[in-house]
């Protein structure tokens, strides 16, 4: 989402931009999403061509780090892989390429003087990301997955630093990270460009039904997110229900495996979903659990857009300059975060007042319009 919103404001600017697709976590669609193709003087998809990956003195740089170890992103790269992407990102003699996250990097790396300006557009520091992922996986119990991702997260922050400065402008979602990345990075030129949500589509206020309808969104590809709904469902949920004076009903939308089975008759699973909007119509308010991440919470940005309370932890919440307890309501352990739910679900007034300024926050902070001047800035 944040790389659309990217494209969208590029397009504002320059009005021919040319996408490059490399499927790193496996081949992508073959016909662009007619929104993003809209957008585009052109779209391609860049396979993995497969053949044999010896290293080359295109990658030489690499050799370096074998005895420290890449991350897989990286070890996925080879010759005949870059050499296509190169190809591809070449042609029309790009005034400007701007490459979103960092894993995407080693592609490019052979042919940087041969292109114009050079971007990178991290949204969060993929070394700061691992290392939380890292510390939920110990929360779980997971202890193999957990140093995996330790050392991940190590090789991330050698690699950024050997080359970050190598790019003329680094962009990240929020101040906060922006402010980790300065310090770490202190040669680099770091902005912020904040994530941001494309619609504005404000929902009524929903009345009163039957039962109280909780939603959380969430591509559940990513451990955080899964992690957040078992949280919710094991540890919130019996508290919130405990105390309601109606049903509680947890609905769930968001793509990804297939591991979210419940018997429970009160928890709806949806998953991917088109249009979110009628979802949030119906819904009382939205729970963001989430004990790990990194960058700034969509999802968030997405429930304020459609005019619905949230409920959040900090760190679901970090990077956002929303107000807690005015813009949306703030809680970490089982029993505050379920006490917060019941506040705003028992008082439709103080729902209904959250709700308007998480709305009014959006607009003033991250609507679409008020971005593309971070873009347009030389």
């Keep these: 989402m944040r790389a659309a919103a990217t494209l969208r404001m590029l397009a504002g600017w ?34 993995d061509p497969g053949g044999p990956r010896r290293r080359t003195s295109a990658l030489a740089w690499l050799a370096d780090w074998t005895r420290h170890g890449l991350p897989p ?23 400007l390429v701007i490459v979103f996250r960092f894993y995407l990097w080693p592609f490019l790396d052979g042919c940087l003087g041969q292109m114009g300006r050079v971007w990178l557009d991290l949204d969060e520091m993929e070394s700061a990301s691992r290392l939380r992922q890292a510390g939920l996986f110990a929360l779980n119990g997971a202890a193999r997955q957990s140093r995996r991702l330790r050392t991940e997260a190590a090789a991330y922050a050698r690699l950024e630093s050997l080359h970050f400065p190598r790019f003329e402008r680094i962009f990240l979602s929020s ?52 992690d957040a709904f078992d949280y919710f469902r094991s540890s919130i949920l019996p508290i919130l229900r405990a105390g309601a004076d109606r049903p509680v009903e947890f609905h769930i939308a968001g793509s990804g ?12 699973l949806h ?35 459609h005019r619905r309370a949230v409920v959040s932890t900090l ?34 007034t103080e729902r209904n007042r959250v709700a308007e300024n998480g709305y009014a926050h959006f607009r003033r902070f991250h609507a679409p319009e008020l971005l593309a001047a971070v873009i347009r800035s030389r």
């Excluded at 589509?201 to 039904?209: Q, T, W």
């Excluded at 990077?319 to 379920?338: I, K, M, N, Q, Y």
């Design 73 to 95: 992103e990286w070890r996925r790269c080879h010759s005949a892989w870059q050499r296509l992407v190169a190809g591809a990102c070449r042609e029309g003699d790009p005034e």
């Design 175 to 226: 101040g906060l990270e922006a402010a980790k990345a300065r310090r770490a990075h202190p040669g680099c030129r770091i902005e912020v460009l904040a994530n941001t949500y494309p619609f504005d589509r404000p929902c009524p206020g929903r009345a009163s039904g039957e039962a109280f309808r909780l939603l959380f969104v969430g591509s559940f590809g990513y451990y955080p997110n899964r």
């Design 257 to 268: 495996p297939a591991f979210v089975r419940s018997p429970d008759p009160g928890i709806i």
């Design 14 to 47: 320059a009005g021919q931009a040319r996408l490059v697709v490399i499927p790193v976590y496996g081949n992508g669609t073959r016909v662009p999403d007619p929104d993003i193709a809209a957008l585009c003087a052109s779209w391609e998809l860049v396979e």
């Design 315 to 348: 760190i679901g919440m970090e990077g956002l300059e929303a107000r807690p307890g005015t813009d949306l309501l703030v809680a970490d352990s089982p029993e505050a975060f379920a006490a917060a739910c019941l506040r705003l679900l028992q008082d439709e």
């Design 271 to 305: 998953g991917f979903v088109e249009d979110l909007a009628p979802l949030y119509e119906s819904c009382d308010l939205a729970v963001v659990p989430l004990r790990a991440g990194a960058g700034t919470r969509i999802k968030i940005l997405e429930a304020f857009s």
